[in-house]
């Protein structure tokens, strides 16, 4: 499931666009969004994550959308390491080069831990973040509310398309002030 990849507050959901599986800028290669885009986007995983169609993201519904994400992630990269595909992932295909794939699975390049972004806006707190009014629900309004305020306010002349060149700047923006609330 991709559910939640767009569900992060504001900048994860906006900078993942068109990407969409990590935050950041985009990367070099992502293009311009559109405000259409990005709804669409975003009731299509709402629509996803609502498995009973009730109009409502529940805790178990989305605890559940997590865990299958959290699952689809350790496939995907137990199967970038299996390099024979036979099944298993032997010491050499753990240990060997991945020049195409990064390092390990976990690690950064000095052979540190790293977490993956959406992860930890995938959080359990998260969900009470969604849930503006408090009632253990999220509905669709309540969804999409942060993603498409942080792109009206990364779309600068207000044409409706967060350019490349804005996305860096809401991005550079936000980590001026996420370090601001750190000291640093």
Do not use: Y
């Not at 569900?7 to 950041?24: N, Q, T």
């Not at 240990?95 to 052979?111: M, N, S, T």
């Amino acid at each position: 499931m991709k559910l939640l990849c767009l569900a992060g507050v504001g900048v994860a959901a906006l900078l993942a666009l068109p990407a969409s599986a990590h935050m950041g800028p985009g990367g070099p290669d992502a293009g311009p969004v559109t405000r259409t885009e990005l709804k669409a986007k975003l009731d299509a995983k709402f629509a996803e994550a609502d498995t009973d169609k009730d109009g409502v993201i529940t805790r178990a519904e989305w605890d559940a959308a997590r865990a299958a994400k959290r699952a689809e992630r350790k496939d995907k990269a137990f199967d970038r390491i299996d390099a024979n595909k036979d099944g298993s992932i032997s010491r050499s295909e753990w240990d060997g080069p991945r020049p195409d794939r990064g390092p390990p699975p976990g690690a950064d390049a000095g052979g540190g831990h790293h977490h993956h972004g959406m992860e930890m806006a995938m959080g359990g707190e998260m969900f009470d973040r969604l849930d503006a009014d408090h009632d253990g629900k999220v509905t669709l309004a309540e969804f999409e509310a942060k993603p498409l305020e942080m792109f009206d306010r990364a779309d600068t002349n207000h044409d409706g398309t967060v350019t490349p060149e804005e996305r860096k700047a809401a991005w550079e923006a936000m980590r001026e002030k996420w370090k601001g609330k750190r000291g640093e």
